[in-house]
């Protein structure tokens, strides 16, 4: 066991959307009964990419004694990719480009790298 940052999933707060999922590219947050679960702590890195796709603000880090994060099995995960997934300005998708979750006026958004500049700069 290590002392480490983990992903923490409120379950008052999750209201089953499923946008949590995809972001997680280790594949540790998975939908079970119509709620987000960390499924496997081994594969939760604790980077938090999930967090700001989150509507409610049911998912949080917190540092806690846990399993130690495993790189090998994680990257052995299957990628998921969700066609669903563009940027909120120019509608890229996530195979052809890159894109980053944001918060904007209580929406979860996805953003490219070549629209950010826009966002932040005007
Ligand atoms: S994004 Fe938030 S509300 Fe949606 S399933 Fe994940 S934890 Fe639940």
Partial sequence: MVKRNIVKIDEEKCNGCGKCVTPCAEGAIQF????AKVVSEELCDGMGFCVGVCPTGALTIEQRE???FNQEKAESQEKNTDSTISCFICGQGETSGYLM???HDMESLWVCTRCLPKL???
């Fill in 32 to 35: 079970v009964n119509g709620r």
């Fill in 66 to 68: 846990t399993v130690e």
């Fill in 101 to 103: 979750p944001l918060r």
């Fill in 120 to 122: 932040i700069h005007g």
